[in-house]
């Protein structure tokens, strides 16, 4: 019987590690504002790019490392790569393309604990209500929303294809006008490269919405950094095979009044 007693001793005390080291919770977080009220509801444009992240914790409360999550969407929203795998401090980072419009339930699982958002994703005419403030009145320039028909899809390393639509593929090579704001790509007081986003950035790190709702700049010659809503005119090119998430672009620009 001590012999019995002492074998399932040991072998509790190996496997109670294992059992404290399961996942017991798992928080999503998110960049955009959410509006208050049950489960966030994040806003988002069909085309878009969604920028999640998620904590693994065990019963302890510790953060849990090299934990692979599950991520599943109601409605079919796709995660953009593979699986995430949680890093140092329990975090993981994943991208979600906006492809099914509508009320969507997103739930990331790791063992048995899960958390679940909501996604209210929008057809591309919703990007004028998001932006009607700022952008809106403003007339002569190529609409976002024509520019966001084009389809993307993502492989296993993130990198992006894009199908652009017959109605973009008319402009590329021609001089057009664009409304948004500036992304800077440096530090530096004059900018000759950065991006051109049709909605506000508010993360250095993270592109504003989707591929379809930005443009790389190229100026003839730079210009200040500004927060202010702008319109820029340069010959239009597309890059459809990139890692850099950026389909759009705008070369030998300059601003002018809208």
Do not use: H
């Given at each position: 019987m001590k012999h019995a007693a002492a074998v399932v001793a040991?072998?509790?005390?190996?496997?109670?590690?294992?059992?404290?080291?399961?996942?017991?919770?798992?928080?999503?977080?998110?960049?955009?504002?959410?509006?208050?009220?049950?489960?966030?509801?994040?806003?988002?444009?069909?085309?878009?790019?969604?920028?999640?992240?998620?904590?693994?914790?065990?019963?302890?409360?510790?953060?849990l490392s090299g934990v692979e999550l599950?991520?599943?969407?109601?409605?079919?929203?796709?995660?953009?790569?593979?699986?995430?795998?949680?890093?140092?401090?329990?975090?993981a980072e994943f991208q979600l393309s906006a492809s099914q419009p509508g009320l969507d339930s997103i739930t990331v699982t790791a063992g048995q604990a899960s958390d679940e958002i909501r996604l209210d994703v929008g057809e591309p005419e919703g990007l004028k209500a998001l932006t009607e403030g700022e952008l809106a009145g403003i007339k002569g320039v190529t609409d976002w929303p024509m520019l966001m028909r084009t389809s993307v899809e993502y492989d296993a390393d993130y990198k992006l294809s894009a199908t652009v639509d017959p109605a973009v593929k008319k402009l590329?090579?021609?001089?057009?006008?664009?409304?948004?704001?500036?992304?800077?790509?440096?530090?530096?007081?004059?900018?000759?490269?950065?991006?051109?986003?049709?909605n506000p950035p508010t993360c250095f790190f993270h592109l504003p919405g989707g591929p379809t709702t930005v443009a790389a700049i190229e100026m003839k010659k730079g210009i200040d950094l500004t927060w202010e809503p702008m319109v820029v005119e340069g010959r239009l090119k597309t890059k459809t095979q990139t890692d850099d998430g950026v389909i759009y672009r705008l070369r030998d620009a300059r601003v002018v009044e809208p």
């Open positions: 040991l072998l509790m005390a190996a496997i109670s590690p294992v059992f404290a080291a399961e996942p017991a919770e798992v928080e999503i977080l998110w960049e955009a504002l959410a509006p208050g009220g049950g489960p966030p509801t994040i806003p988002a444009v069909r085309g878009d790019l969604v920028y999640l992240a998620a904590t693994v914790r065990d019963a302890e409360g510790e953060p599950s991520v599943s969407s109601k409605n079919g929203n796709r995660l953009a790569g593979p699986n995430p795998v949680s890093q140092e401090g329990g975090y590329v090579g021609k001089t057009v006008r664009l409304a948004g704001f500036m992304m800077p790509l440096g530090m530096s007081e004059k900018q000759e490269r950065f991006i051109l986003a049709a």
